[in-house]
């Protein structure tokens, strides 16, 4: 026997896990059947005593009611004690319904089964009248104790038993099991190369133990021709992981050269990019600059017509002056021509009046306007009255094609926002309708619906009956320089200053609904107090 200290522990730890084990198995199977078998004792008495309270319910209660009528004392008293001595019977009271008792036994408040019977007599007309109660205990003391004495008879049984049943199941387990284990050790641990043999049984008559040791002096040789396996495959494993490392040092200089490569190239789209920005803003500006110099332009004509009234209006005046001065110098003047200069005069000065107010709400407007292309500053104004003001000087841009721009906003619709952006999104879409939806077309309507939409938004429908807008356009439409006039000076940036001013400056929504031949419709939502949003937004360039 191999006196390494390692088997002696491994072979009493077997024992022990499985006598342990065994013993635990079997005291639970033995309580287990213990309990039920206590449980079915148990119910079988209180069932038996259960059934004597009924008997005797079934037997004596006539009896008892006859006698309690007549109040028969020395009958009661008998019935009761004899009651008394049946068994599973404790306790036994009978009480009449005139105060009167008489008992049997020594009554108990727990640990019992009680029964009340109502003792009931037929009289005269057969109705039952109650004369009294019948109470019987049953105590079930002697019930527990007869089930203790059974419990502790069962368990010494089967302990006894468990004990003989594992004793002979160790001895099985030590001859069978752990002696051929620690022989089997002590020969690989001395003699491994050795042919192993147990001896447990005559030749021809082996075992699940033979078949393992058989198997663990092949799993042996096997593992010993992979041990030497193993050193060649660490062999090479050595010379792969030198490779490696050669491997990896030079893709560490790749790396390093693949970094150097990206940061230059980063830094270069990074000068793009801030290059495109930059210039995006200058289109974005220069759009905004054409915008109000559209305005100007529209301006300008329009006012052409007042004040060419009013100087040709100036200059009759002028020729009459000179005709009344001449004719007064030579004593000529009649009093018809005086009353007629007078007239004229009068005439003359209220077309000059007329033309001159209408060039001064032109330029009123234009001021009003420009100011607020010129500065986004925010501040509070009524709606209705600043579109007004803006559609005013954006009329001149549609008298070319004879269009008509139609406004519908109800009073009252107070904003504290930004003018100035709001305008310029008014702006890109009437200057939009007019190069792109109307191109080629006359007498086209613009129409500007607006309509309150909850407690702090505002719907702006902006709509044109002109040629609509394609489908595969619609989905790019405020993407920057995107135009359908790319190749004819279109910038591409108009909708797209619409998108950004209206989603950020404005705190709002834009979006459009459009079929070929059929106008378009953009439909806008705006905050009547939209947040702040630092000096970029307010350029409406966010």
């Given amino acids: 026997m191999n006196t390494s200290p390692l088997l002696p ?33 148990y119910s079988v008495d209180i069932g038996q005593l259960h059934d004597q309270q009924r008997y005797i319910a079934t037997s004596y209660v006539d009896t008892l009611e006859a006698s309690v009528w007549t109040v028969n004392e020395d009958l009661i008293r008998s019935q009761v004690q004899g009651i008394a001595r ?18 049997a036994g020594e009554g108990r408040q727990e640990q019992l089964i009680e029964t009340a019977i109502e003792l009931k007599h037929s009289y005269l007309d057969n109705r039952p009248v109650v004369v009294g109660r019948l109470v019987l205990q049953s105590d079930l003391w002697p019930v527990y104790q007869s089930l203790a004495h059974k419990g502790l008879q ?8 468990t004990f003989l049943v594992a004793s002979f199941i160790l001895l099985l387990v030590r001859r069978l099991v752990t002696k051929p284990l620690a022989q089997i050790a002590d020969h690989f641990d001395a003699r491994p190369h050795e042919r192993l043999q147990l001896n447990r049984h005559p030749p021809g008559r082996s075992d699940e133990i033979d078949l393992l040791a058989a198997q663990l002096v092949g799993s042996y040789g096997r593992m010993t021709q992979s041990n030497l396996s193993l050193l060649e495959s660490e062999r090479r494993l050595a010379a792969a992981l ?38 995006q803003a200058e289109l974005i500006e220069r759009e905004r600059l054409a915008s109000l110099g559209r305005m100007v332009a529209g301006l300008a004509h329009e006012i052409n017509t007042p004040l060419g009234v009013s100087l040709t ?13 001449e004719k007064v110098e030579s004593g000529a003047l009649k009093r018809s021509e005086l009353e007629q200069f007078v007239r004229d005069l009068d ?61 519908h906003c109800p009073p009252g619709i107070f904003l504290d926002s930004y003018p100035s952006s709001l305008a310029q999104v008014l702006t890109n879409l009437v200057s939009n309708a007019v190069v792109h939806g109307f191109e080629g077309m006359q007498q086209g309507r ?31 439409i405020f993407d920057p320089f995107v135009s359908s006039r790319q190749n004819n000076g279109g910038t591409g940036l108009g909708l797209h200053i619409v998108h950004n001013i209206v989603t950020g400056l404005l705190g709002g929504t834009v979006s459009v609904h459009s079929h070929l031949g059929q106008g378009t419709v953009f439909l806008i939502r705006i905050r009547t107090h939209p947040e702040p949003l630092g000096e970029l937004a307010e350029h409406g360039i966010a």
């Fill in 86 to 103: 049946l068994p599973g019977i404790s306790f036994v009271q009978v009480r009449s319904t005139t105060g009167k008792q008489w008992q």
């Fill in 154 to 161: 069962i368990l010494l049984f089967n302990s006894l038993k």
């Fill in 313 to 325: 209006v100036t200059s009759a005046l002028d020729r009459q002056r000179d005709l009344l001065r």
């Fill in 347 to 407: 005439e003359g000065g209220a077309l000059l009046q007329q033309s001159l107010a209408r060039t001064a709400d032109l330029v009123g407007n234009f001021k009003r306007v420009a100011v607020d292309h010129g500065s986004a500053q925010r501040r509070g104004f009524e709606l209705s009255r600043a579109l007004e003001d803006l559609i005013e000087t954006l009329r001149p841009m549609l008298l070319a094609g004879r269009h008509e721009l139609v406004l």
């Fill in 446 to 476: 613009i129409e500007v619906r607006v309509e309150p939409s909850g407690t702090d938004m505002v719907g702006i429908f902006f709509s044109d009956n002109g040629r609509g807008i394609a489908t595969e356009l619609q989905r790019h």
């Fill in 242 to 279: 030198s490779d490696r490392e050669r491997l990896l040092r030079l893709e560490t200089g790749f790396k390093e050269a693949l970094e150097i490569k990206v940061s230059e190239r980063t830094r270069e789209l990074q000068e793009t990019v801030r290059q495109l920005k930059k210039t």
């Fill in 9 to 41: 522990v491994v072979h009493v730890r077997l024992n022990r896990v499985l006598a342990l084990r065994i013993v635990l198995f079997s005291s639970l199977v033995a309580v287990l059947i213990t309990l039920a078998q206590l449980w079915d004792d």
